[in-house]
């Protein structure tokens, strides 16, 4: 495999992003990072969400440049990065990314980076075709779908390609309210759309769920309605991330289950 076909990431931090206000529609490209600056554009756009926007607190390594969200398994990853384009087709600004990690690629990292947020035993039999992906977001400017749209696109295709069949993450939400929304989107979630036994996790700092209300009528985040409308499992209860102050929801999806416009793309 070359650079540009062996992908990866973990955790798919996928934060709960606000509803978008209307914008102009933009023509889009998607690549795969293939410099350490193009790395850097996906790194300084999540900085932005995350850390500006969403109050997280970012523990990247020591003399990392600031402005960047970096952490370890980076240098693992490839980097998958859509950009606006300009009306003479030259490519913009990265305006959307996923970092994509393969099975070869966890091994020489010492594992998923889910593995530290999960116990995930039950999936020991499915790692040699698992890809995780993580650290996902949108420009605010941009989240009217056709960036997500043109990254599961690609991301599709990539799973293609290397033989890959199952695609595991963590979709976020925020506890700005103290966990109460998450702790009632889990248990709505929950109720439909669990995972099998075998493909259920633990978390290693779970959510307090028996202490917050699970009756509160929620709305999932747009990303995460998208996943389980492709046909999404939730592997088990939500971990807490207290750097990002977020419910991590543990998320499988088999690319059998993927709608027929992706699995074309795929062909």
């Known amino acids: 495999m070359n650079r ?3 992908l990866m990431h973990a955790s798919l931090h996928a934060a709960s992003l606000p509803r978008p206000s ?11 990072a293939n410099s350490e ?4 554009e996906a790194q300084a756009l999540r900085y932005e969400v995350f850390a500006v926007e969403m109050g997280a607190r970012l523990a990247s390594p020591k003399h990392a440049p600031a402005g960047l969200d970096i952490d370890l398994f980076d240098a693992y990853c490839e980097h998958l990065l ?17 970092r994509v990690l393969t099975p070869a690629a966890a091994k020489r990292a010492g594992g998923l980076y889910s593995d530290t947020e999960f116990d995930l035993t039950r999936l020991r039999a499915l790692r040699p075709r698992i890809a995780e992906i993580g650290r996902s977001c949108v420009h605010a400017d941009h989240r009217s779908g056709s960036a997500i749209m043109a990254l599961w696109g690609a991301l ?5 390609r290397n033989g890959l069949d199952t695609v595991i993450g963590c979709a976020s939400v925020s506890m700005r309210d103290g966990g109460h929304v998450a702790a009632s989107l889990w248990r709505q979630i929950a109720a439909q759309h669990l995972a099998p036994i075998d493909c259920q ?3 290693r700092l779970p959510l307090p769920i028996a202490h917050l209300r699970q009756d509160l009528v929620v709305e999932a985040p747009a990303l995460i309605r998208g996943y389980l409308r492709c046909g999404a499992k939730l592997m088990g209860e939500p971990a807490w991330d207290p750097d990002f102050n ?15 416009r992706f699995r074309r793309v795929t062909g």
């Open 4 to 6: 540009s076909q062996i």
């Open 22 to 32: 209307r914008a102009p529609t933009a023509r889009l490209s998607i690549s795969w």
């Open 37 to 40: 600056s193009e790395v850097r």
């Open 82 to 98: 859509v950009r606006t384009e300009g009306d003479d087709g030259e490519p913009g600004a990265v305006i959307g990314t996923y």
């Open 156 to 160: 599709a295709a990539f799973m293609a």
């Open 201 to 203: 996790v633990r978390p």
């Open 246 to 260: 977020t419910a991590d929801l543990p998320l499988l999806l088999r690319t059998a289950d993927l709608p027929a």
